[in-house]
């Protein structure tokens, strides 16, 4: 079956920097659009950046200038590099993929898929 694996998480100081990795794996034919979301404890999902196939991003208005999200089509990976991280940028990120895939009777079919998160704690 489908499969997104976040990687890259950790504990950083204030004006650090980290890069996160999400990896799709299965009988994936295609990826349309993925995304990083993150949810802060006691806070709602916030949706961080997104990137359709083609390369086209957008970033909330919190983390532009500071966050990129980037794709590689090839390894079906979509990354978050996250520079000059504030203590409020601290959650758990999660990927997310709008994506093709061959189910095991062979049908083609398109679903959404999460990952299981990726903790990032800012220290100030």
């Known amino acids: 079956q489908v499969q997104l694996v976040e990687s890259g998480g950790g504990l950083v100081q204030a004006g650090g920097s980290l890069r996160l990795s999400c990896v799709a794996s299965?009988?994936?034919?295609?990826?349309?659009?993925m995304a990083w979301h993150r949810q802060a404890p006691g806070k709602q999902r916030e949706l961080v950046a997104t990137i359709t196939s083609g390369g086209s991003t957008n970033h909330a208005d919190s983390v532009k200038g500071r966050f990129t999200i980037s794709r590689d089509n090839a390894k079906n990976t979509v990354y978050l590099q996250m520079n000059s991280l504030k203590p409020e940028d601290t959650a758990v990120y999660l990927c997310?993929?709008?994506?093709?895939?061959?189910?095991?009777?062979?049908?083609?079919?398109?679903?959404?898929?999460w990952g299981q998160g990726t903790q990032v704690t800012v220290s100030s």
């Open positions: 299965g009988r994936i034919f295609s990826i349309n659009h």
């Open positions: 997310n993929a709008d994506l093709q895939y061959y189910s095991g009777d062979d049908v083609l079919r398109e679903n959404d898929y």
